[in-house]
């Protein structure tokens, strides 16, 4: 049996208890907005005026998270977090307000969605480097925000909904900007104080990254076969498998489906809080295994009592492999380059999911869409026999904060 590592008390400290309420809130927004996209975008501009919108918001994240690790090292994680944050304040309350006033032109929800793009770049790399300086025990601190957004995302869109029947979409962008307001403010009163990075210039700093990214077997090994899942797994099974779930058990079970993996991700949560692996990565990969349920049952269009098993243990062993993933990146990496490092693995893990999403209906159109998610299952076998056999990811040894 494999050797537990020692687990350092004193998680809720006042600085990350504030970290965790301002996410915890975040959170719950972030899960509230896309019903509000959804009724109100699709709406008034159909499917085409969702897919800009969102595409917007995507290509502003995956194209500036890289200069984001960089801005995080020069002016510090805590307050380019907290510009973000102000930054999405103002663009959901300028499409909250053209909902509340009238009918937004597209143009303008899509120019706002891009803002908040470029808002979420600069944010995410922060994360990261945030958790060491806040937690002594960055595993239990990534796993207790892990159940937050789990359960965030199973009473968010409920919640949205009831928000949308009481005031229209144009409200639940209000309730979403007030959420990065509280984010920021939880950020603003962190006592921790960190330094800028000196004398740094942008093409240097981000060769640096890179070479610092490049250097870790592990992590780019990783990624890589993160980036074969964007396009074969990640992408094709959220629009293929909605169309296959509510064609043949409706859209109760899709939501049912759905609702089990947030289930399931709390659950993996709470396993992670416990459970601390010598070898968080090999232990990830190998739980991983159960997300692949998931796509197997839609493929094969299982009765919904193997629908919700799927999904809730493929809500399980993605929310136990996030906590694994944050905290080794976050004990593995050197603080003075964490921030860059991190966009690199951001940048690598989410690029490839709107080439999947783009070319899944089209392949679908022609060798049907179970054929593409079952091959996505297969590939997610593989790509997980790919991690295991890979020394660099198999004999990643855990180490504590400070190690």
């Not at 629908?307 to 929310?319: I, R, V």
Request: hydrophobic content about 60%.
């Amino acid at each position: 049996m494999a050797q537990a590592v020692q687990v350092t008390p004193g998680l809720w400290t006042r600085d990350f208890s504030l970290y965790f309420v301002g996410r915890a809130v975040a959170l719950m927004g972030d899960a509230m907005l896309p019903v509000a996209v959804t009724l109100g975008v699709l709406r008034l501009y159909g499917s085409v005026g969702v897919g800009l919108v969102l595409a917007c918001w995507m290509g502003a994240f995956g194209g500036l998270v890289l200069f984001g690790g960089v801005f995080a090292d020069w002016f510090t994680a805590r307050k380019m977090m907290i510009g973000a944050d102000l930054l999405r304040v103002v663009t959901h309350l300028v499409v909250a307000v053209a909902f509340l006033t009238g009918t937004p032109a597209l143009w303008l929800i899509a120019v706002m969605s891009l803002l908040s793009g470029v808002g979420a770049a600069l944010f995410q790399p922060g994360v990261n480097s945030m958790i060491p300086q806040l937690a002594a025990d960055p595993q239990r601190a990534n796993a207790v925000l892990r159940v937050a957004d789990a359960v965030a995302r199973l009473l968010g869109p409920a919640l949205a909904g009831a928000v949308v029947l009481a005031g229209g979409p144009g409200l639940v962008y209000a309730v979403n900007a007030g959420t990065f307001a509280v984010s920021a403010a939880c950020l603003l009163a962190l006592r921790v104080r960190l330094a800028a990075v000196v004398g740094s210039q942008l093409i240097r700093d981000l060769r640096e990254g890179w070479r610092e990214f490049r250097a870790r077997t592990w992590m780019w090994a990783v990624i890589l076969v993160w980036v074969v899942y964007g396009v074969l797994l990640f992408g094709p099974i959220w629009p293929l498998g909605a169309e296959l779930v509510t064609g043949s058990l409706g859209e109760a079970a899709y939501v049912a489906g759905v609702s089990a993996e947030g289930v399931g991700s709390v659950l993996g949560g709470l396993v992670a809080m416990r459970y601390r692996p010598a070898r968080p990565l090999l232990a990830g990969a190998v739980a991983m295994i159960g997300f692949m349920g998931m796509p197997l049952v839609i493929a094969l269009r299982l009765p919904l009592p193997w629908l919700l098993t799927g999904m809730t243990l493929a809500g399980a062993a993605w929310a136990f492999w996030s906590v694994m993933w944050a905290t080794s990146v976050q004990t593995q990496v050197p603080g003075e380059v964490l921030n860059r490092v991190t966009a690199y693995e951001v940048a690598g893990s989410v690029l490839s999911i709107p080439i999947g999403q783009a070319l899944a209906p089209v392949v679908a159109a022609r060798v049907g869409a179970e054929t593409v998610v079952l091959f996505g299952f297969g590939a997610g076998l593989l790509g997980i026999a790919v991690l295991v056999g890979t020394p660099a990811v198999r004999n990643l040894q855990a180490i504590q904060k400070g190690e």
